[in-house]
């Protein structure tokens, strides 16, 4: 059915790495924070990136990012968000469909994305090959982002069959 456009939603949660060590350094959003506790994943646990990349799969019918970028694939481990992100849009447009765009929320209390978040939607834009759109929030205190255990994201993503 081409030229209906199809959602989708991405979902990342990764812990704080507690066995990082001195000069190891926090992603997210296709950025570097150092000075940031890093999170702990099987990649950069780029949680911004991989909620981006979740959602163009499920948008795509492609599945999910861990059916796609798991465990256990070897080559992805310590792969940056964004190269899962580049390679998630890629395998999109293999599969007939436009990247519309996409939205992504990081639930946190640190970093404050603030006054970065441009540079992370040019940073999550690049790798997407389309305009993808940063926010953040916090949760008061609440759940596991509130405690400061670890970092969330949500996105979703508009993806149109082509002719």
Known sequence: MSGIPRTGIGVDVHAYDEDAGPGSVLHLAGLA???ERPLAGHSDADVAAHAAADALLSAAGLGDLGSNF???EPQWAGAAGTALLAEAARRVREAGY???NVAVQVIGNRP????RRAEAEAALSSAAGAP???SATTTDGLGLT???EGVAAI???LVVARD
Do not use: E
Not at 112 to 115: E, F, N, Y
């Open 112 to 115: 404050r994305l603030g006054q």
């Open 98 to 100: 436009d990247v519309g």
């Open 70 to 72: 798991g465990t256990a």
């Open 155 to 157: 996105a979703t993503a």
């Open 132 to 134: 993808v759109a940063v």
């Open 146 to 148: 509130g405690r400061g």
């Open 33 to 35: 924070w150092p000075g």
